[in-house]
């Protein structure tokens, strides 16, 4: 079992920036592939940024240059720093994991956190 925990969402004007934290709990974190998705009002989720168990990472195109995924194993913590933020960057947050990276990337992971609120002012 994997329990996540987001934070570090807020209310930032255009071109800020934003760190947000996934803690996770469970000793087999290292071994997850994690990844960070969000969902804006009326839109369907979308993949933001995802990162194998060897620090591989993968970008959607809307994000590619502005946010940078990472992930400190040893206290099972994945972040997504989040630069030059747009309005069309608002959007509740998730963090989720799965053992096998290509589930992952599909959404079809079991494991999700709360999500966090991130709104970008024009």
């Known amino acids: 079992q994997v329990q996540l925990v987001e934070s570090g969402g807020g209310l930032v004007q255009a071109g800020g920036s934003l760190r947000l934290s996934c803690a996770a709990s469970g000793r087999t974190f290292s071994s997850y592939a994690m990844g960070w998705f969000r969902q804006a009002p009326g839109k369907e989720r979308e993949l933001v940024a995802s990162i194998n168990w060897s620090g591989i990472t993968g970008y959607a195109d809307s994000v590619k240059g502005r946010f940078t995924i990472s992930r400190d194993n040893a206290k099972n913590t994945v972040f997504l720093q989040m630069n030059s933020l747009k309005p069309e960057d608002t959007a509740v947050y998730y963090c989720?994991?799965?053992?096998?990276?290509?589930?992952?990337?599909?959404?079809?992971?079991?494991?999700w956190g709360q999500g966090t609120q991130v709104t970008v002012s024009s």
């Open positions: 989720a994991a799965h053992p096998i990276f290509p589930l992952l990337l599909q959404g079809k992971s079991d494991y």
